[in-house]
């Protein structure tokens, strides 16, 4: 497993100065160590998860995004769901897997899923900013897994794209 912090460090609990050196940049956070030390747990457990490369979280709420490399979502989720379930048990929070991509139609549907995203339709402002719609479901308006603001704050974070949601 592929994880942003050495293995000694997950091992031990205490972080050498690279790692630190991370956390303090704001490139990783201290939820991400958390999720990372628990992953690294579950990997000696599961061998599913040993080419699964944990890039980072988003933690919105009582939601934690896990963004992996393209591809492994199958693997960290494990069979029947139990890696992702021993996660969200022990971490206590609801948990979402998605591919880190700056396609904003792909991270959307992962995010999303079950709700079907119809399409993204690009808006130019009259202020020469850009917003991409996202056009989804009627049907999944009250149906969706996480709230519409989340989302929106997700997607700009994923892939630095400001986006709007309706429903149709």
């Known amino acids: ?3 942003p912090f050495c293995e000694i460090c997950l091992k031990t609990g205490m972080l050498c100065p690279g790692c630190t050196a991370k956390i303090k940049d704001g490139e990783l ?6 999720i990372a030390k628990e992953l690294y747990r579950l990997s000696q457990e599961n061998k ?3 080419d699964v490369k944990f890039k980072r979280s988003i ?11 393209a591809g492994e979502i199958g693997s960290i989720i494990g069979k ?6 021993g996660l969200s048990k022990k971490l206590n929070k609801k948990i979402r897997v ?3 991509s700056k396609d904003v139609k792909k991270v959307s549907a992962d995010l999303l899923y079950p709700a079907k995203v119809y399409g993204i339709n690009i808006v130019y402002m009259p202020d020469g900013t850009i917003i991409k719609r996202l ?4 049907e999944f308006e009250r149906k969706l897994p996480i709230a519409t603001k989340s989302v929106k704050e997700i997607l700009l974070l994923v892939t630095g794209e400001n986006v709007d949601i309706v429903f149709e």
């Open 59 to 69: 933690k919105v709420g009582n939601l934690i995004i896990i963004l992996i490399e």
């Open 98 to 100: 998605i591919e880190e």
């Open 80 to 85: 029947g769901g139990n890696v992702i379930r």
């Open 135 to 138: 056009r989804l479901g009627k």
């Open 1 to 3: 497993m592929e994880l």
């Open 29 to 34: 956070s201290d939820n991400d160590l958390e």
């Open 48 to 50: 599913g998860l040993k």
